[in-house]
C-alpha cells in the first residue's frame, strides 16, 4: 500500500513535508503503540503508561482488577508500578497465586529483554520482541483483513528500525541505539502533529483514496509480484482482475507524469528477499513507457559491522515514466505486450538476475589466508569463511580500513593468490 510503503522513505531524512491521507497516521496505529510500549519498558522500566499498555498485551490473563489492585499497592508503597509488580509477592497484595505467576512471568521476560537490549542493536531487540511476546503470531491467528494489515504495519515497522540502525553504522556498538531510534520516533510524531495541513506538500494515499481524484505527478510505487499484485490477490482470476483495475485508476490519477518504480530486493521481517517486476509493467504499452535509471546510487552496508550485504545496490529502483497523453486520444493499458516491450523487460530481469546469482565457482573456493581486492575497499586478506551456497559469506581484514563482512554473491571480489 502506499501509505506503508512510503512512510521510511527518503521524505523524512530530507525533510520533504508530505501529508498520509485516510486513516491514523502510522505511530497512532494500535499494534505500532503496542510494540513502541515494550520498547520504551525496555529502556524506561518506570514509563507507567507503556507498562499499563503491555501488561495484558499478549492477553497473559493479567486483567483490570489486577492492574487497579497493582496501582493502589504502588501509592500505599510509595513504590512505581514496575517495582510493585516486582514485589508483588513481598508487600502481600491481596492476589492469588496464579495471578503471582502470571506478574513473575510477565517480569521475567522484561528483565530478559533488558538483557539481550545490552547486546543487540534496535532492530535485533525489536524483532525479538515480536517473537518473545507472541504478538505477531495473535494478529495471524485472527485470520482478517485488519490483522493482515496489522502484521504488515509490524513488518514496516521492522523494516524502519533496520534503516535507522543501518543509518548508525559508524558507531563502534549497538549500545545506545535503541534509546536513540525511540527519541528520533518522539521527535517525529511530534512534527506530524505541528505540520500545516495547508502546506505545499507531497500527498501520501491508498490508490482506493485517490479514486476521484487527479494530481500533475503520481508515483506508483512498489510494482512487484505478491505486492503489487497482491499475493492475497491470486486465488481467483477476478481477484487479480480487480488488482489490475486498481493499476488503472493509479495510472489514470497523474494528469501529466506517471513514474512507476519496483527494487530488485526488498527487506521482508529484517531479511533481504529477491523482487520480482510486476505483471503490470508488461501489459503497459511500450509507446507510453520511458525508461529511466535513478540519479542516486544507494549502496547496502553492513548491520552494525555484522556483515549484510556490504556492497550491493539497495534500491536501483528502475522507473517507468509515463508520457505524457495525448489531449485527443486517453492513455490505453494494453494487456497485450509489444515484442519490442516483452526485449526491453527481458534484458532488465537478465541484468537483475545476474545481480542476485550464486558466487562464481572461484570464490566459493575462497579459502581464509587468500589476499582478494574488492573496486571500493581495495586490497585485503580473507580473516574467516561463513555459510554455504548463496549464503557464503567473508570477514575480509582491508588495509587502512578494517574488517568487513562481505556475502559472497554480491561482493565482486578478485582473487590475487590462491
Known amino acids: ?21 485516510g486513516g491514523v497516521s502510522f505511530y497512532q496505529r ?24 503491555i501488561i495484558n498485551y499478549p492477553a497473559r490473563g493479567i486483567g483490570q482488577t489486577t492492574i487497579d489492585k497493582l496501582l493502589i499497592g504502588a501509592k500505599e508503597n510509595n513504590l512505581s508500578l514496575y517495582e510493585t509488580i516486582e514485589n ?30 545490552d547486546r543487540l542493536n534496535a532492530f535485533e531487540i525489536a524483532d525479538l520482541v515480536t517473537k518473545k511476546t507472541g504478538m505477531v503470531q495473535e494478529l495471524k491467528k485472527e485470520g482478517t483483513p485488519e490483522a493482515v494489515s496489522k502484521v504488515e504495519n509490524i513488518e514496516e515497522l521492522l ?46 494515499m491508498t490508490i482506493h483514496l485517490a479514486k476521484g481524484l487527479e494530481f500533475p505527478v503520481v508515483f506508483v510505487v512498489g510494482l512487484e509480484e505478491d505486492l503489487f499484485p497482491s499475493a492475497m490477490s491470486m486465488n481467483t482470476r477476478s481477484e487479480l482482475e480487480e488488482e489490475r483495475r486498481l493499476f488503472y485508476v493509479a495510472l489514470t490519477r497523474a494528469e501529466e507524469h506517471a513514474v512507476v518504480t519496483y527494487t530488485q530486493n526488498r527487506y521482508r521481517w529484517g531479511k533481504l528477499i529477491d523482487a ?23 549502496v547496502f552496508k553492513p548491520l552494525l559491522n555484522k556483515g549484510i550485504f556490504d556492497d550491493t545496490p539497495s534500491s536501483n529502483s528502475y ?53 582478494v581486492e574488492h573496486g571500493r575497499f581495495g586490497k585485503g586478506k580473507v580473516m574467516q569463511i561463513e555459510g554455504k551456497g548463496n549464503d557464503k559469506k567473508a570477514a575480509i581484514e582491508f588495509r587502512g580500513i578494517g574488517v568487513k563482512n562481505l556475502l559472497l554473491r554480491f561482493a565482486k571480489l578478485k582473487i590475487l593468490n590462491q
Open 1 to 21: 500500500m502506499l501509505s506503508q510503503e512510503l512512510w521510511r522513505t527518503p521524505s523524512r531524512k530530507r525533510d520533504i513535508p508530505y501529508r498520509v491521507f
Open 30 to 53: 494500535r499494534e505500532i503503540k503496542d510494540l513502541l510500549a515494550y520498547l520504551r519498558v525496555i529502556i524506561n522500566p518506570k514509563d507507567e503508561e507503556s507498562l499499563k499498555r
Open 88 to 117: 508483588a509477592a513481598k508487600i502481600n497484595l491481596p492476589l492469588n497465586g496464579g495471578t503471582l505467576t502470571k506478574l513473575v512471568n510477565f517480569i521475567t521476560t522484561i528483565k530478559t529483554l533488558q538483557i539481550e537490549n
Open 159 to 204: 523494516n524502519g528500525i533496520r534503516d535507522f540502525v543501518e543509518g548508525q553504522i559508524e558507531i563502534a556498538d549497538a549500545s545506545g541505539v535503541l534509546s536513540e531510534f525511540l527519541e528520533d520516533v518522539a521527535l517525529a510524531t511530534d512534527f506530524d502533529n505541528e505540520k500545516d495541513p495547508n502546506a505545499d506538500q507531497v500527498s501520501l
Open 276 to 298: 520480482e517486476p510486476s505483471r503490470f509493467i508488461e501489459e503497459m504499452d511500450s509507446k507510453y513507457l520511458e525508461f529511466d535509471i535513478p540519479k542516486d546510487d544507494y
Open 319 to 371: 522507473q517507468y515514466k509515463a508520457k505524457p497523453k495525448p489531449k485527443t486520444s486517453p492513455t490505453k493499458v494494453n494487456t497485450s505486450p509489444s515484442q519490442n516491450q516483452l526485449g526491453k523487460l527481458r534484458k532488465l530481469n537478465s541484468a537483475e538476475s545476474s545481480a542476485s546469482a550464486p558466487p562464481t565457482t572461484e570464490l566459493l573456493n575462497l579459502t581464509e589466508g587468500m589476499m
